[in-house]
């Protein structure tokens, strides 16, 4: 079916048109949708999850949602507004569950960027990554613990508070003050241009 070249900014009236058109099951307003916000929805996926290839899945899965849920959906909310939203909360969970994936495609990246090739660039890597490591280590031996669980080893909280024989609300408290800590840690430490984002995105709660 084509799209038709339609302006991105919707007026409220037009939008509400469109979102009864897509809970009636139309095909063309689903389109019409999927044309105006895919690159918006892309650009938050590609902020946070770094990977090209978890992104577009990420935005795949938030318009399949729309369309499999579309009759639920409430006709006064702004549509872009609502697809942001979803889309921020989706890849909390993707972070979650493919934070191996994620952090190994940034140290490629930092890599790329820093020049792997020479010895000087290499030791540069290694000093920005200690960095982080001295922050956690001035951590409180539980905050460390729960911190290097949840971020190096992907563990939900209900896994870290198993492992550590701790309540699931410990876990979170514990977690939020480790990286406070450590944001504020490395804003003081690592003001490098480049590689400061990369390591804030690491502690991302």
Same mark, same amino acid.
């Given at each position: 079916?084509?799209?038709?070249?339609?302006?991105?900014?919707?007026?409220?009236?037009?939008?509400?048109?469109?979102?009864?058109?897509?809970?009636?099951?139309?095909?063309?307003?689903?389109?019409?949708?999927?044309?105006?916000?895919?690159?918006?929805?892309?650009?938050?996926?590609?902020?946070?999850?770094?990977?090209?290839?978890?992104?577009?899945?990420?935005?795949?899965?938030?318009?399949?949602? +729309?369309?499999?849920?579309?009759?639920?959906? #409430? &006709?006064?909310? %702004?549509?872009?507004?609502?697809? =942001? /939203?979803?889309?921020?909360?989706?890849?909390?969970?993707?972070?979650?569950?493919?934070?191996?994936?994620?952090?190994?495609?940034?140290?490629?990246?930092?890599?790329?960027?820093?020049?792997?090739?020479?010895?000087?660039?290499?030791?540069?890597?290694?000093?920005?990554?200690?960095?982080?490591?001295?922050?956690?280590?001035?951590?409180?031996?539980?905050?460390?613990?729960?911190?290097? +669980?949840?971020?190096?080893?992907?563990?939900? #909280? &209900?896994?870290? %508070?198993?492992?550590?024989?701790? =309540? /699931?609300?410990?876990?979170?408290?514990?977690?939020?003050?480790?990286?406070?800590?450590?944001?504020?840690?490395?804003?003081?430490?690592?003001?490098?241009?480049?590689?400061?984002?990369?390591?804030?995105?690491?502690?991302?709660?």
């Amino acid at each position: 079916m084509r799209i038709r070249k339609l302006p991105i900014r919707l007026g409220q009236n037009a939008e509400k048109e469109v979102a009864l058109r897509l809970k009636a099951g139309d095909e063309q307003a689903f389109e019409e949708i999927f044309y105006r916000y895919y690159k918006h929805l892309y650009a938050i996926g590609i902020k946070f999850l770094k990977n090209p290839d978890l992104a577009e899945d990420a935005v795949q899965d938030i318009f399949l949602k +729309l369309w499999a849920h579309r009759e639920a959906l #409430n &006709e006064t909310y %702004a549509i872009k507004s609502f697809l =942001s /939203i979803s889309m921020k909360n989706h890849v909390l969970n993707v972070i979650r569950d493919h934070h191996e994936t994620i952090w190994e495609y940034l140290s490629c990246e930092v890599e790329e960027k820093l020049g792997h090739d020479t010895t000087s660039d290499a030791f540069q890597l290694q000093e920005y990554r200690a960095i982080l490591e001295k922050g956690i280590q001035e951590l409180t031996p539980q905050r460390a613990n729960v911190f290097r +669980l949840r971020v190096f080893n992907g563990m939900t #909280n &209900e896994e870290v %508070a198993r492992h550590l024989a701790v =309540s /699931i609300n410990t876990v979170k408290v514990q977690f939020s003050q480790a990286t406070k800590f450590l944001k504020d840690y490395l804003s003081k430490h690592a003001d490098l241009e480049g590689i400061l984002p990369i390591l804030f995105y690491l502690l991302l709660p």
